[in-house]
């Protein structure tokens, strides 16, 4: 016969065990790339590139190495996304040598960066059935499950004037714990978008945006998310846009600023 203490060190293990099932993390990498990890998949999303713009965050080489080669902490990724194909958000030479190396990794992205995927990543026929080209309509989306996670992408154009806006660029709505993770990358937002989608119905966890957004008070106040993660933020600029976010009074941002700092999700 079990005694009082026995009963309550065995709910307790049941009760520690459901809580780190349900566990849900995101770690910053560099610009707008974040790591999404839950027990049971782990996402990264536009963070395998290198040096494109000398005045914008990126990984030490050291740790692009080990993204590359798929090494302890990155063996276990399940899928890797591009928003679109710039080069302060996807390398091809990064992004399939880590598929060479993790045979269990699927990609995503936009159709336009996965011809840039072919074009510059020499083995690519060796990964191409792990490649998933997603291409909705401009201002639609579409949704895929991949992993056993929903993965809805978003037709948005792109911010800023030519030829950044010319670029194929989706959003991404993440489902995973339980929890809704949006992805904006570098998207240009209003608000009729944001009916079309539907989006301020959607109960939004996590958005991470491209820090200009924060200016776009109402359009965050119909997002309501949870949780606000700004990134792309210049590295001359940091102090700055602090300033400008507390001048802005937000009581839930972030700004992504030092890499590898993690975020639990409860």
Do not use: C
């Amino acid at each position: 016969m079990k005694t009082k203490l026995q009963i309550v060190t065995s709910l307790l293990l049941l009760l520690s065990s459901y809580i780190n099932a349900q566990k849900l993390e995101i770690q910053y990498m560099a610009n707008e790339g974040v790591l999404i990890k839950s027990s049971k998949v782990q996402l990264l999303i536009d963070a395998t590139f290198n040096k494109e713009f000398d005045y914008l965050d990126v990984l030490p080489d050291t740790e692009l190495d080990k993204i590359k080669n798929a090494e302890d902490p990155y063996n276990s990724i399940n899928i890797l996304l591009a928003t679109h194909l710039h080069g302060d958000h996807f390398n091809a030479e990064i992004t399939g040598n880590h598929l060479l190396h993790n045979p269990n990794a699927l990609f995503v992205g936009p159709k336009e960066t996965v011809a840039n995927f072919k074009e510059n990543f020499t083995a690519f026929n060796d990964i191409s059935g792990r490649v998933v080209s997603i291409m909705p309509g401009f201002l639609q989306s579409e949704t895929h499950n991949l992993k056993d996670i929903e993965i809805e992408a978003l037709r948005f154009e792109h911010l800023g004037g030519s030829p950044w806006n010319e670029a194929e660029n989706v959003a991404y709505l993440i489902t995973v714990e339980g929890k809704k993770i949006l992805h904006l990358g570098d998207s240009k937002i209003d608000l009729d978008r944001l009916k079309e989608y539907n989006i301020p119905d959607k109960n939004i966890d996590v958005l991470i945006v491209h820090f200009t957004l924060l200016g776009e008070k109402e359009i965050i106040d119909r997002i309501s998310p949870k949780i606000i993660l700004a990134g792309h933020i210049p590295l001359n600029s940091q102090s700055k846009i602090k300033e400008y976010k507390e001048s802005l009074g937000y009581g839930n941002v972030t700004l992504l600023t030092k890499q590898l700092w993690k975020l639990e999700i409860k």
